[in-house]
C-alpha cells in the first residue's frame, strides 16, 4: 500500500501535477470570480436599483397624475415580479398611502428602502417608497459564484481528463518504453533500440539513444577484445615475474648463505688472527720496552711500525668479529644496569690522554642516572665516536653531553674538527668507507662508523649526523632509557 | 482501482459539477416570488355611484375622492338608459343603491325630482354654475358634450358641410349613428335635431340613408378607421379630440353651423340614499374645481363652471352654436315615444 502511495514514477507525478493544477485552477478561479463578481453584481445591483426607481417614478407620473389607480397597482405588482423588489408603496402628494404592494412575510429591516418622489409638469404629485431585498444580491453572488466555480471545476476537470492522455502519449509513454528498453540493457546486451520516430525532443531524445546504445555496443565490444589481450599479457607477465622471484628468492637464500658463511668464516679467522696477533704485540711491546737488551734507533723505529701495525690489525679483525656477529644474528645486547656518568667517566678518562696529547679540550656532561642497557656496547659506540671526533680535530675541543629525554638518553658528540660537506654525510656509515677529510696520521679501519650504526640499532636506538665543512662535526644517538 | 474507473470516476465528478452549476442557475430562474400582498387606500365609509361616463374615468375620479375623503366609491356603470333603466326600476321597487347619479339625460333628472325621488342638497359650489344648467338644491350639470360629424381624414377629402347634407345619395350605407335605445348622447341629438330639422330630416337619414348603428363610440370610431363607413353621424366633440390629439389617428369632426347638440350630464343625489353625507361629499367633489378640471382631463368633456380653464385643441362651448332642448320637461317626457320613432325610422331594427 505505501508502496502504491509512493509519488516515484512520471506518470504518477503527472497525474498528481494535473490534479494540483485542477485544484489550483479551480482555487484561483473561485477567489478571482468571487471578487469580480461580487464587485460587478453590486454595482449592477445599485444601477438596477436607480434604474428601477427611475423608471417607477418616471411610469408612475401619468397613473397618479391622471388617478389611474388600477394601474398603479398593476405597475407596482408587475415591478414587484423583478428580482430584488420585495415592497412598494405609493402615496399621493399628501402622503396618503395610494396603493401599497409587498411580497408576503418581508421585514422592513431586511430591506434597501429607497423613497422617491413623483413629479408632473415640475409639481410633486406624489411619492414612493421601494424596499430592495438585501439578501437578494447576496443570493445572486452565491447562485453566480457557485455555478461559475462548479462550472469551471468540472471543466478543469474535463481539460485534465483530456491534458493527461495527451501528456501520456507526448511524453509518459515514449520514456516509459525508453526505461523499460534501458532496463532491458545488460553488459552482455546493448542491442535493444527505442524504435521512437518523432520529430519532437523525445524523437531526438530516442534517436540519440540508439547512436549512443551502438557507440556502447561498439566500444564495449572493443573492449572486451582488449580485455581479452591484457588478459593474456598478464597472465605472461605474471608467469615471467613468478619466476624471476624464484630465482631472486633463491639468488636471496644464496646470498643469505653465502653472508652467513662468510660471517662464520670471518669470526673464525679473526679468532685465528686474533691468537698470534696478541702474541706478536705483546712480545713486541717487550722488546721495545728493552727487557730483551737494549734497541738502537733503527731497530727501535722498525719494531714501533709492527708494534703500531699489529695493534690497527687487532683493532681491524676485532671490528670484522663484531660486524659479522651482528650481520649473522649472533650478537645479543648482554643487558645490565650501570649508570650513565660512572661508564661515561670512564670512557672518559681512557681517552683523555689522547686529547691532551692532541691539545683538544675534552667537555663532559653525564647525567646521574641508571640506565639497562649493554653497558659494554655502549661504551664501545661512545669511544668510537669520540675517538673519532679528537682524531678529526686538530684545534679546538670535543663535547659530550647526554640528557634525558622522554624515555631514552640522547648523546652528543661534537667537535670543531675538520667536518664535511653534506653530500658525502650518507656515505659515512657505510663498511669499508674512509673520507679525504683526514687530518692525523691515524689510519682507521672503514668499519668504525658501520658497526657503531648496527651498535646502536642492535640497542634499539638510533644514530644521526650534522656537519659542516671546517666547522666540525656532530654525532648524536639515542638509547632507551630501558632496553625493550 | 483501475484507469479506467478513475476515468469513468473523473467523468462522473465533472458531470455532477456542470450538474450543480446548472442547478444553481436553474434553482434562480425556477424560484417562485412569494405571494404579493396589495394594500390600498383605507377607507372609512362608501358611496354608490350611478353613472354613464366611461368605467376608466368613473374610477380615476373615484380614486380621487378616495384619496381626498378616505370614501370609497362603489361604481356602477352602463350606458345612459340602461343606468336610468336600472335606477327606475329599482326605485319602483322601493329601494335602490343608488347614492349619486350621473348621466347623459338631463329629462331623467328633471322627471325624479317631479317625483321627490332627488334628496335636497345645496352645494357650496352651486353657485359656480350658470341658471340653465342647474335646477337649485337638487342638481347641476357634472358634464356637457356637443354632437358633431366625424370622418377619418385620411379616405374622405369632400366633407358634408351640414347635418341635411347627409340626406346625399353619396353617404348612402355610409353613415354611423350609436344605439338610441341605450346612449343619452344618441337620442340628445335626435331630439335636438328633430327640434332644428324636423321629422323628416331623420325619417328619411334613417329610412332612406340605411345608416349602421352601433353600441358603443368607440366601436363607431373603429368603424371609420376601418372603412367601414365613411362619416359618424353621431359623435361627441369630445370623442373627437381623443382620437384627433390623445390617439393620434385621422378622424376629425365636422361642426355644422346650424347647430351642434349639447348633451347634458347632470348629477344629483338620490333621495332614498343610505349614505347622505358620503353622497354630499361626492357630489361636492365632483361640481368643485378639482373635480371638473380633473373630469375635462379625462373625460375630456365640457365643464360649465366658469374657473375650469378649457382644454387646449378642443373648440369651445362659446366657439360653436350649440343647440340645447327648449324644453327641459319636454326632452324627458319624448323619449319614450322618439325612441320608438327612431326605431321605426330604421324599419323596426334596434
Not at chain 2, 125 to 153: L, N, R, T
Not at chain 2, 172 to 199: C, F, H, M, P
Request: hydrophobic residues 40%; glycine residues 6%.
Amino acid at each position: 500500500m505505501k508502496e502504491k502511495l509512493k509519488i516515484n514514477s512520471l506518470k504518477k507525478k503527472t497525474i498528481l501535477f494535473v490534479l494540483i493544477i485542477t485544484a489550483l485552477c479551480t482555487v484561483v478561479s473561485a477567489f478571482i470570480v468571487y471578487q469580480v463578481v461580487e464587485v460587478q453584481m453590486t454595482d449592477r445591483y445599485e444601477v438596477d436599483k436607480e434604474a428601477a426607481v427611475e423608471s417607477l417614478s418616471y411610469s408612475l407620473a401619468p397613473m397618479l397624475d391622471l388617478y389611474d389607480y388600477k394601474q398603479v397597482e398593476r405597475a407596482i405588482t408587475s415591478s414587484l415580479t423583478y428580482e430584488g423588489i420585495a415592497s412598494i408603496a405609493v402615496f399621493d402628494d399628501s402622503g396618503t398611502l395610494i396603493r401599497s404592494a409587498a411580497e408576503q412575510n418581508v421585514h422592513v429591516e431586511d430591506l434597501d428602502v429607497k423613497k422617491c418622489n413623483i413629479t408632473s409638469n415640475g409639481k410633486v404629485i406624489g411619492s414612493f417608497e421601494i424596499g430592495f431585498s438585501k439578501e437578494y444580491i447576496n443570493e445572486q453572488i452565491r447562485t453566480t459564484v457557485g455555478a461559475l466555480v462548479f462550472g469551471l471545476m468540472g471543466f478543469f476537470v474535463l481539460t485534465g481528463l483530456v491534458l493527461y492522455p495527451l501528456t501520456r502519449h507526448a511524453v509518459i509513454d515514449p520514456l516509459k518504453a525508453f526505461t523499460e528498453t534501458v532496463k532491458e540493457m545488460d553488459p552482455e546486451n546493448f542491442s535493444m533500440r527505442m524504435k521512437v520516430y518523432r520529430d519532437d525532443e523525445i524523437g531526438t531524445l530516442a534517436a540519440s539513444f540508439d547512436q549512443m546504445a551502438e557507440n556502447i555496443e561498439k566500444s564495449h565490444r572493443e573492449l572486451k577484445e582488449a580485455h581479452y589481450k591484457l588478459q593474456e599479457a598478464k597472465e605472461g607477465v605474471d608467469k615471467e615475474v613468478e619466476e624471476r622471484t624464484t630465482e631472486l628468492k633463491k639468488a636471496k637464500e644464496e646470498a643469505e648463505r653465502a653472508n652467513q658463511i662468510k660471517s662464520i668464516f670471518l669470526a673464525s679467522m679473526s679468532h685465528e688472527l686474533r691468537t698470534p696477533l696478541n702474541s706478536i704485540i705483546g712480545f713486541t711491546g717487550i722488546i721495545l720496552q728493552g727487557l730483551a737488551g737494549e734497541l738502537n734507533d733503527e731497530q727501535k723505529t722498525q719494531l714501533e711500525m709492527v708494534y703500531g701495525s699489529s695493534k690497527h690489525l687487532l683493532a681491524l679483525i676485532n671490528d670484522l668479529m663484531d660486524i659479522s656477529k651482528i650481520e649473522s644474528g649472533e650478537l645479543e645486547p648482554d643487558l645490565e644496569e650501570f649508570n650513565l656518568a660512572e661508564t661515561g667517566i670512564e670512557v672518559r678518562d681512557s681517552l683523555k690522554p689522547k686529547a691532551e696529547d692532541k691539545g683538544v679540550e675534552l667537555i663532559w656532561e653525564m647525567p646521574d642516572i641508571t640506565v639497562v642497557s649493554d653497558e659494554r656496547r655502549f661504551k664501545q659506540i661512545l669511544v668510537n665516536l669520540v675517538n673519532n671526533a679528537i682524531k678529526f680535530t686538530q684545534v679546538g675541543e670535543v663535547e659530550v653531553k647526554a640528557i634525558e629525554k622522554d624515555k631514552n638518553i640522547e648523546v652528543m658528540v661534537k667537535d670543531t674538527g675538520v667536518g664535511m660537506n653534506k653530500e658525502d654525510i650518507h656515505k659515512l656509515f657505510a663498511p669499508f668507507v674512509q673520507l679525504e677529510y683526514t687530518v692525523s696520521e691515524e689510519k682507521g679501519t672503514g668499519l668504525g662508523l658501520y658497526l657503531v650504526r648496527n651498535l646502536v640499532r642492535l640497542l634499539n636506538g638510533d644514530i644521526r649526523v650534522e656537519s659542516e665543512y671546517g666547522k666540525g662535526s656532530t654525532f648524536t644517538f639515542t638509547l632507551p632509557i630501558k632496553y625493550v | 482501482m483501475n484507469k479506467l474507473s478513475w476515468v469513468v470516476l473523473l467523468i462522473i465528478f465533472s458531470g455532477l459539477c456542470f450538474a450543480q452549476s446548472y442547478f444553481y442557475i436553474a434553482g434562480t430562474d425556477n424560484k417562485l416570488k412569494p405571494e404579493i400582498v396589495v394594500n390600498a387606500t383605507p377607507t372609512t365609509s362608501t358611496v354608490t355611484w350611478y353613472t354613464s361616463i366611461p368605467q376608466v374615468h368613473a374610477d380615476r375620479i373615484a380614486n380621487a375622492f378616495r384619496i381626498e375623503t378616505g370614501i370609497d366609491v362603489k361604481i356602477v356603470r352602463n350606458s345612459t338608459f340602461i343606468v336610468r333603466e336600472r335606477l327606475m326600476s329599482e326605485i319602483e321597487k322601493g329601494k335602490t343603491e343608488a347614492d349619486v347619479v350621473t348621466i347623459a339625460d338631463i329629462g331623467t333628472f328633471i322627471e325624479l325630482k317631479n317625483q321627490g325621488h332627488l334628496m335636497k342638497y345645496t352645494t357650496p359650489y352651486y353657485e359656480y354654475y350658470p341658471e340653465e344648467y342647474k335646477d337649485p338644491d337638487y342638481w347641476a350639470v357634472f358634464a356637457a358634450f356637443g354632437m358633431c360629424m366625424a370622418y377619418d381624414e385620411s379616405r374622405i377629402n369632400t366633407l358634408p358641410q351640414h347635418w341635411t347634407d347627409l340626406l346625399d345619395d353619396r353617404w348612402r350605407g355610409r353613415i354611423g349613428l350609436e344605439d338610441i335605445n341605450t346612449a343619452g348622447s344618441q337620442y340628445g341629438q335626435y331630439y335636438i335635431l328633430r327640434e332644428k330639422l324636423g321629422v323628416e330630416f331623420w325619417e328619411e337619414l334613417l329610412s332612406v340613408q340605411n345608416p349602421k348603428i352601433y353600441y358603443r363610440t368607440e366601436e363607431l370610431a373603429d368603424a371609420l378607421l376601418e372603412g367601414e363607413i365613411d362619416i359618424a353621424g353621431e359623435f361627441s366633440i369630445h370623442t373627437v379630440y381623443n382620437y384627433r390629439v390623445k390617439k393620434g389617428t385621422s378622424i376629425r369632426g365636422i361642426y355644422p353651423e346650424e347647430g351642434i347638440p349639447l348633451i347634458l350630464n347632470p348629477v344629483a343625489i338620490i333621495n332614498q340614499t343610505d349614505h347622505p353625507e358620503e353622497a354630499k361629499k361626492l357630489l361636492d367633489f365632483l361640481l368643485s374645481q378639482r373635480g371638473q378640471e380633473l373630469m375635462q382631463r379625462l373625460n375630456y368633456k365640457y365643464s360649465i363652471r366658469g374657473d375650469v380653464t378649457p382644454l387646449d385643441g378642443i373648440p369651445t362651448i362659446d366657439n360653436l352654436n350649440m343647440l340645447q332642448p327648449k324644453n327641459a320637461v319636454e326632452y324627458g317626457r319624448k323619449r319614450s315615444e322618439y325612441i320608438p320613432e327612431f326605431n321605426s325610422f330604421l324599419g323596426g331594427r334596434k
